[in-house]
């Protein structure tokens, strides 16, 4: 009989966006361990706390039948220094305590770097996911996590070329990156066919968009008979939504879109923060035309963004997201660290200039929208890539 290898890994949640990195992981390993091959993995999952409402966490448990975390580090919101910090002394004491062979972090908020951080100075190997995407922009929180995680991790998986190339470029060596394609893409076609069950259309009052589908997987997704189409729009970066000026630039964008079509807008708890110390909570009543939610869960969101007309966003994954799904995006950020979104995909860049965001908006709704393909390899099988390549190097 063949020897079975336990193998002990951590994999690390905190915020929003790390959930659906890590739920196709954990499909991968029961995968994997069901298949009986030389090594058994035992994955502990780890949540740090950095989100913490049933909104902006524990729905996405649910979402996407992610198990209940193992440990849960409950550090909750802070200063960076005060929350990396406190990441990083809680998730020492479960390195001591666990003694894992790997821990496998995923993105680039401050849950990834802390934990990275803590498992390289106890010498245990750690696996970055979504490595080498760069914004080239170091006031964005994100960009330092992202390029320290990657100077110390072993074990540097990415979603597409450039990554590999930014990383190459960086010094680091060509035997520690593997190319295997986006896990956020896994976990969306995965979850496709529950998310066009989910009610939030009726439930809002909304009707699919109709308008030209741009690539195949786009229509065969979505049938877009419709009456009243909506744009989906989502804002929490502190470059837009910390500094009133920029946010107001936004605003007026906003306004002027409105007259056109419904703006929906699920609301980051930063943002609302921002919004009632700024005196702007009457947004809701000044714009006609926006509906203002609170944030809304993994399945749901898909279904909006699926039907909607066009999205705007200044987050990272939608970039993505509405790549693979063909929908129009227009980003409210002066830079990307996911450029293949706007080479392949539907993706350009408005930041948070008035003119150039209401602009773009007409264009869409004028029919002239980006045409967008898939890039290579975000064909929902990027975790099982991952799997392989540790189970064949032994990692
Ligand atoms: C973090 C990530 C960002 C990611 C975003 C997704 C970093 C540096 N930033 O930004 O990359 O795109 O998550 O959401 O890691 N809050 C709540 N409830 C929560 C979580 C946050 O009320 O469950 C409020 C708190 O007031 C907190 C603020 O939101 O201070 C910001 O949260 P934080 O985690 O610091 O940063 P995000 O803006 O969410």
Redesign the pocket.
């Known amino acids: 009989m063949m020897n079975l290898q336990a193998l002990k890994w951590i994999l690390v949640v905190g915020?929003?966006?790390n959930f659906m990195k890590i739920a196709p992981l954990m499909r991968a390993i029961k995968k994997h361990n069901g298949e009986r091959r030389t090594l058994n993995i035992e994955p502990t999952l780890v949540h740090t706390g950095?989100?913490?409402?049933y909104d902006?966490?524990q729905v996405f448990f649910q979402d996407l039948e992610l198990p209940q975390p193992d440990i849960h580090l409950g550090v909750g919101?802070g200063t960076?220094s005060e929350?990396t910090g406190r990441i990083m002394i809680q998730f020492e004491k479960v390195l001591f305590n666990e003694r894992p062979d790997l821990v496998i972090v995923a993105g680039?908020?401050?849950?990834t770097l802390a934990c990275a951080l803590a498992s390289v100075k106890l010498h245990i190997p750690v696996a970055h996911i979504e490595a080498g995407l760069r914004s080239f922009d170091r006031t964005m929180?994100?960009e330092i996590?992202r390029l320290l995680t990657d100077a110390i991790s072993d074990y540097l998986f990415t979603p597409s070329p450039d990554a590999d190339e930014n990383l190459k470029k960086e010094g680091i060596p060509e035997d520690k990156i593997f190319l295997v394609g986006d896990v956020m893409v896994d976990s969306l076609l995965f979850n496709l066919e529950k998310a066009k069950k989910t009610h939030i259309l009726e439930r809002l009052s909304l009707q699919p968009a109709q308008q030209p589908t741009s690539n195949n997987l786009q229509s065969s997704i979505v049938n877009r008979k419709s009456v009243r189409p909506y744009v989906l729009l989502t804002l929490?970066r502190?470059s837009n939504v910390d500094n009133k000026d920029a946010f107001l630039r936004i605003i007026n964008a906003l306004t002027e879109i409105s007259n056109r079509i419904p703006i929906v807008f699920p609301i980051?708890?930063?943002t609302r923060?921002r919004l009632a110390e700024f005196g702007l909570d009457n947004l809701q009543s000044a714009i006609r035309n926006l509906q203002l939610l609170d944030p809304i869960g993994y399945l749901d969101f898909l279904n909006l963004m699926m039907h909607s007309t066009f999205v705007m966003t200044d987050?990272?994954g939608i970039q993505e997201e509405t790549t693979v799904l063909g929908i129009p995006c227009l980003t409210l950020r002066d830079t990307t660290e996911r450029p293949i979104t706007i080479s392949s995909g539907t993706n350009v860049l408005v930041w948070n200039d008035t003119q150039k965001i209401v602009e773009e908006a007409l264009k869409v709704l004028d029919g002239q929208c980006e045409k967008g393909n898939c890039p290579d390899l975000w064909d929902g099988n990027a975790a099982e890539r991952i799997i392989n390549i540790i189970n064949d190097k032994k990692l």
Request: glycine share 4%; no cysteine.
């Open positions: 915020a929003r966006p950095q989100h913490y409402n902006m966490s919101s960076h929350q680039d908020v401050n849950s929180p994100e996590n929490h502190p980051h708890p930063r923060k987050s990272g």
